[in-house]
Nanobody, 117 residues
Framework: QVQFVESGGGSVQPGGSLRLSCVGS????????MGWYRQAPEKQREPVGT???????FYPNSVKGRFTISRDNAKNTMWLQMNSLKPDDTAVYYCAADLSSGTWRYWGQGTQVTVSS
């Protein structure tokens, strides 16, 4: 059974940092494009960033310069380092794996990030 589990969420003050992890099991991530998404209450899920098999990353303007995605295929793990967090970053964060024809094959269950003073 293929599974992806996020962890590392929590509550942090504005300007703070968090590091999210996404660990895969039942499969090897080395051949996958991986990504992070987030969904705030009453809003649509939106992309936070993508990391290709070779390590190339892409970010939307909303997080560029503040968030960094990395991966370690040997550990079957992807990370999202989030710095300079803002209240608008409050959301449930999801990892996604195996992008094919514009569709992600696997999703994690999500981890809550709350940025508040």
């Amino acid at each position: 059974q293929v599974q992806f589990v996020e962890s590392g969420g929590g509550s942090v003050q504005p300007g703070g940092s968090l590091r999210l992890s996404c660990v895969g099991s039942g499969t090897q991530i080395e051949s996958y494009t991986m990504g992070w998404y987030r969904q705030a209450p009453e809003k649509q899920r939106e992309p936070v960033g993508t990391i290709m098999k070779g390590g190339t990353t892409f970010y939307p303007n909303s997080v560029k310069g503040r968030f960094t995605i990395s991966r370690d295929n040997a550990k079957n793990t992807m990370w999202l380092q989030m710095n300079s967090l803002k209240p608008d970053d409050t959301a449930v964060y999801y990892c996604a794996a195996d992008l094919s024809s514009g569709t992600w094959r696997y999703w994690g269950q999500g981890t809550q990030v709350t940025v508040s003073s």
